[in-house]
């Protein structure tokens, strides 16, 4: 995905800073994997573009739903870093002895949200009053797998409380990660959908009409880790995401990032 000119320009600003603060650039450049969770996309190009742009090292980032992702690590997947969109698979990973020890922190923060296909939607009032099964009709709610990808697990746990979920469950149309379910709704395949606050923001065929209030859904974390047996430029590149200019890359596409 290409990363966005106004974006791409600081990540290159960005770089001269990042530069500045680790000298010791290797002569040799290294490939870095990184996997991460698939609502990262954009802010990724730019952090990708930034370290690279810095270190002179080649970094490949595979993106999918957290669940896949951690599934193919632990069945011995070549990633050096993972960054999750939540806890849970991380944890996973950890128990497994799959990440390498002290290297966990948790790094970002985001929101979830209802949209609806195209721009300009009415906003709504999300709570048990929405009666959202009537609004789908005959159409579907797209959301990532419930029961695995944490945008899905998110979605699922807040229409249960908000006694929804018993409504929408035979219209739900359950897609692989939480990008696919926002295609869903931007083609108008399907009307409403739920996804992470920065996925909405970054498609302009859908409107986020409305904010899950916090308190229907375990706290939507994002940790990172490296994988054990990395080698090479891991803790730099974890290092980097920490720093002044990856933060700008995720403020930028609505992540509020972990304070320190």
């Known amino acids: ?46 952090v990708e573009a930034g370290f690279e742009a810095a270190t002179g090292h080649e970094v490949a980032v ?33 128990a497994a002895g799959r990440l390498a020890p002290g290297t966990r922190v948790d790094l970002l923060r985001n929101a979830l949200v209802l949209i609806a296909h195209g721009p300009g939607a009415a906003p709504v009032e999300i709570g048990p009053g929405l009666d959202l099964a009537a609004r789908l009709g005959e159409g579907r709610l797209a959301m ?20 929804l979920w018993e409504d929408v469950a035979p219209r739900v149309a359950q897609a692989d990660n939480v990008r696919a379910a926002l295609a869903l709704v931007a083609t108008g395949a ?35 880790a490296a994988i054990a047996g990395a080698e090479g430029p891991a803790a730099a590149f974890l290092d980097y995401l920490a720093g002044p200019e990856a933060r700008a890359a995720f403020e930028a596409e609505g992540f509020a990032v972990v304070a320190d």
Do not use: C
Request: zero cysteines; charged letters at 15%.
């Open 190 to 224: 399907a009307p409403y959908g739920i996804v992470y606050a920065t996925d909405a923001r970054a498609e302009d065929d859908v409107t986020a009409i409305g904010t899950f209030p916090a308190e229907t859904h375990p706290p939507i974390l994002y940790p990172a």
């Open 144 to 163: 990532a797998l419930v029961e695995a990808v944490p945008a899905g697990i998110y979605g699922k746990a807040a229409l249960e409380r908000l006694g």
């Open 1 to 46: 995905m290409p990363v966005r000119p106004a974006l791409a320009a600081a990540a290159a600003a960005a770089a001269v800073l990042f530069a500045a603060a680790f000298p010791a650039t290797p002569a040799k450049a290294e490939r870095l994997t990184v996997f991460a969770a698939a609502s990262l996309t954009d802010a990724m190009a730019a």
């Open 62 to 94: 595979s993106l999918a739903g957290s669940s896949a992702l951690a599934r193919q690590i632990e069945a011995g997947a070549p990633a050096d870093v993972f960054i999750s969109a939540n806890p849970g698979w991380m944890d996973e990973l950890e």
